[in-house]
């Protein structure tokens, strides 16, 4: 059994099609990686790169922008075996879980940020860009213009009704070995520096033996449940879908929106979420 489950970001979706879309293609071309024999690393490392390159989605080409108008990533990957790799509030990289995926398989580190985790990128040669889209810099505009403030309580009410975007892979390859990636822009005016969930273990990203777990959403909140470590933990036991339905009733209570997805060594998957909408793709087979 072979399978890959990938998210394209929880919130308030307004271009339904074009998430449909980029999830689904996303979906297809890691499982093609998985069909042909390849590992779950890169199958998941595929999904995320094509959904980073698409604007649709919050995460490498048209990242939410920060309060200074500038585009800083944070993406992670994991695997099941437990090696993992991060880089937070990276800046001008094309596929920011390259990076990630680079920090994982040649230093001793888990996590490189800022302008140094740019420096780390220029020295293998990775692609450069610029992220920026017209589409964000208008949105950062109305945000601004609502006048709301920037603290991050407010933010925090306004998550719901901005558009997802954040995107997410896990895979499961013939060997059973899992694997987990995760990329996005953050959350939209939030301030220079910042890093949320999706670099942080156990937060956005965790993979363990029994299963990998990629959560998109209020990364602060994310972080405090500790979403993807707890979730995997529960699918020691548990299918995915019964374990991820247990975190997002948790993050209900407590007003803390996400959405998560999950695969187990089997291939079972599961995706749940308490935001209004999450887009989602998935392909398993024996
Ligand atoms: N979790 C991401 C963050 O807080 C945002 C998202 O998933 O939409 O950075």
């Known amino acids: 059994m072979v399978g890959i489950i990938v998210h394209g970001g929880a919130g308030k979706i307004r271009n339904e099609e074009a998430h449909q879309k980029g999830t689904k293609l996303a979906a297809q071309e890691g499982y093609k990686v998985l069909?042909?024999?390849?590992?779950?690393?890169?199958?998941?490392?595929?999904?995320?790169k094509i959904m980073e390159d698409d604007p649709t989605f919050n995460a490498g080409i048209g990242s939410a922008l920060n309060l200074l108008g500038e585009?800083?990533?944070?993406?992670?990957?994991?695997?099941?075996?437990?090696?993992?790799?991060?880089?937070?509030?990276i800046k001008n990289v094309r596929h920011p879980v390259d990076i990630?995926?680079?920090?994982?398989?040649?230093?001793?580190?888990?996590?490189?940020?800022?302008?140094?985790?740019?420096?780390f990128a220029r020295l293998f040669d990775f692609e450069t860009c610029n992220p920026i889209t017209p589409e964000m810099e208008k949105r950062l505009q109305v945000l601004k213009e609502k006048g709301e403030s920037m603290h991050?309580?407010?933010?925090?009410?306004?998550l719901p009704l901005y558009e997802p975007g954040t995107v997410g892979a896990c895979a499961v390859d013939r060997n059973s070995e899992i694997a987990v990636a995760t990329s996005t822009g953050g959350i939209l005016g939030k301030l220079p520096g910042r890093v949320g969930d999706s670099a942080i273990?156990?937060?956005?990203?965790?993979?363990?033996?029994w299963g990998g777990v990629s959560v998109t959403g209020y990364g602060e909140g994310i972080i405090k449940l500790g979403v993807?470590?707890?979730?995997t933990e529960l699918m020691k036991k548990r299918k995915p879908d019964e374990a991820i339905?247990?975190?997002?009733e948790e993050g209900r209570k407590q007003n803390t929106?996400?959405?998560?997805?999950?695969?187990?060594?089997?291939?079972?998957?599961?995706?749940?979420?308490?935001?209004?909408?999450?887009?989602y793709a998935y392909i398993i087979k024996q």
């Open 100 to 119: 990630a995926r680079k920090v994982m398989e040649e230093t001793d580190h888990i996590l490189l940020v800022g302008e140094e985790a740019g420096r």
């Open 152 to 158: 991050l309580k407010k933010i925090r009410k306004l």
């Open 35 to 48: 069909k042909e024999g390849g590992n779950a690393l890169d199958a998941v490392i595929t999904a995320v």
């Open 245 to 248: 339905r247990q975190l997002i």
């Open 201 to 209: 273990i156990g937060a956005g990203t965790f993979a363990s033996k």
């Open 257 to 279: 929106y996400f959405g998560v997805i999950g695969i187990d060594k089997y291939g079972n998957v599961g995706f749940d979420y308490n935001t209004e909408s999450m887009s």
């Open 228 to 231: 993807a470590w707890r979730t």
């Open 71 to 89: 585009v800083e990533m944070d993406a992670s990957v994991m695997l099941g075996s437990g090696g993992f790799g991060a880089v937070g509030a």
